[in-house]
């Protein structure tokens, strides 16, 4: 007899989840079941799987699966529609609220429209520049890596790296719409120098105040958006003096909005959560 799954459908400028209310559901192996949901044709189909969970640390608990099924530290779009799911069920009922992570607690601030969660602002802490620490297989005398020549596949590129609580590889080129993504894309995720692999960022700036981007997320190819990837992009473009603090960062599911405080050094990014859809998932 096949079992049955609640779940919900939600994105965050086009990062789509399968999300699961852990407070009433209970998945045994989250690995296996977000490769098989994340499948576009034999699945609900998702950049991955989000389970919402009890904390004794914070407000609530998020785990995420990529598709693949790898777990990651963090994920900046799912943290956005994670408030959104926990207002709009009751778990939670504050309009900011504390959100624990494998990345750490991070602090999210509900934005909302005629009464209804739309948004959310996200406080995703400082960025990590210290190869060890994103981690990066350098020697101990390199402190940050910006703008640093890096063999890709027969090619140079100058790789600024960056830990958002997850790895980042950012790339600075002229018309990045014409990357062969699938191709390039593998190439720097499994890089020898990022022994927990990369997401990384192909980044063009357009001015001071925006930049746009394509990103190969670890696990899960390239996607139409990913939040802590932008708030690296972003990070990236001060360390190579090309933009200003704050700025847009367009991609392929709309625009974020990210700022580095230079007061206390934390990156801020807004954007939107929305529910697409209720199921019951069999199996």
């Given at each position: 007899?096949?079992?049955?799954?609640?779940?919900?459908?939600?994105?965050?400028?086009?990062?789509?989840?399968?999300?699961?209310?852990?407070?009433?559901?209970?998945?045994?192996?989250?690995?296996?079941?977000?490769?098989?949901?994340?499948?576009?044709?034999?699945?609900?189909?998702?950049?991955?799987?989000?389970?919402?969970?009890?904390?004794?640390?914070?407000?609530?608990?998020?785990?995420?699966?990529?598709?693949?099924?790898?777990?990651?530290?963090?994920?900046?779009?799912?943290?956005?529609?994670?408030?959104?799911?926990?207002?709009?069920?009751?778990?939670?009922?504050?309009?900011?609220?504390?959100?624990?992570?494998?990345?750490?607690?991070?602090?999210?601030?509900?934005?909302?429209?005629?009464?209804?969660?739309?948004?959310?602002?996200?406080?995703?802490?400082?960025?990590?520049?210290?190869?060890?620490?994103?981690?990066?297989?350098?020697?101990?005398?390199?402190?940050?890596?910006?703008?640093?020549?890096?063999?890709?596949?027969?090619?140079?590129?100058?790789?600024?790296?960056?830990?958002?609580?997850?790895?980042?590889?950012?790339?600075?080129?002229?018309?990045?719409?014409?990357?062969?993504?699938?191709?390039?894309?593998?190439?720097?995720?499994?890089?020898?120098?990022?022994?927990?692999?990369?997401?990384?960022?192909?980044?063009?700036?357009?001015?001071?105040?925006?930049?746009?981007?394509?990103?190969?997320?670890?696990?899960?190819?390239?996607?139409?958006?990913?939040g802590t990837g932008a708030c690296a992009a972003a990070v990236?473009?001060?360390?190579?003096?090309?933009?200003?603090?704050?700025?847009?960062?367009?991609?392929?599911?709309?625009?974020l909005r990210i700022n580095w405080d230079a007061g206390n050094?934390?990156?801020?990014?807004?954007?939107?959560?929305?529910?697409?859809?209720?199921?019951?998932?069999?199996?």
């Amino acid at each position: 007899m096949s079992s049955q799954l609640h779940f919900t459908k939600m994105q965050g400028t086009g990062n789509d989840y399968v999300y699961v209310n852990g407070f009433e559901e209970h998945v045994p192996d989250p690995s296996e079941l977000a490769r098989r949901m994340s499948d576009r044709h034999f699945g609900v189909g998702s950049d991955g799987l989000v389970l919402i969970l009890p904390s004794g640390t914070a407000d609530v608990r998020m785990r995420m699966f990529n598709a693949d099924g790898t777990e990651a530290e963090m994920c900046g779009n799912a943290s956005r529609c994670v408030g959104k799911y926990v207002y709009d069920h009751g778990i939670v009922t504050k309009d900011v609220l504390r959100l624990e992570t494998a990345a750490g607690i991070k602090v999210v601030r509900l934005l909302f429209e005629a009464g209804e969660v739309c948004g959310a602002m996200v406080d995703m802490g400082r960025p990590e520049l210290a190869p060890a620490r994103i981690p990066m297989l350098l020697p101990a005398e390199v402190d940050q890596v910006i703008a640093r020549p890096v063999e890709v596949n027969g090619e140079i590129y100058d790789i600024t790296a960056v830990s958002m609580g997850n790895p980042h590889a950012v790339v600075f080129l002229e018309n990045i719409d014409a990357l062969d993504l699938p191709a390039l894309g593998p190439c720097f995720e499994n890089h020898p120098l990022f022994p927990q692999r990369t997401n990384t960022e192909f980044v063009e700036v357009c001015s001071s105040a925006e930049i746009r981007m394509r990103v190969w997320e670890r696990g899960a190819g390239e996607t139409l958006a990913c939040g802590t990837g932008a708030c690296a992009a972003a990070v990236a473009s001060v360390l190579n003096n090309r933009t200003a603090r704050e700025m847009d960062v367009g991609l392929k599911g709309g625009v974020l909005r990210i700022n580095w405080d230079a007061g206390n050094g934390h990156v801020y990014m807004t954007g939107g959560a929305v529910t697409v859809f209720d199921g019951v998932y069999y199996s």
